[in-house]
């Protein structure tokens, strides 16, 4: 009886840090995304884009 408790509550504590570590890492797996889209990292961290997409008029002036 009271090592199936020990389990039960190991159990417990295991699946609520479980919960804590998947809360947080979807919270940052969206923060990762939203910096990530944005126009300014999108032309600086890809060379083609630095040498010729983000040098066109048409991509600066674009709604893109």
Not at 3 to 21: E, K, Q
């Amino acid at each position: 009886m009271r090592l199936s408790r020990i389990l039960s509550r190991t159990a417990i504590v295991a699946g609520l840090v479980g919960l804590v570590i998947g809360i947080v890492a979807v919270l940052a797996a969206e923060q990762v995304d939203h910096y990530t889209s944005t126009d300014a990292f999108c032309s600086t961290t890809c060379h083609s884009m630095q040498a010729y997409v983000a040098t066109e008029e048409t991509y600066l002036q674009s709604a893109h």
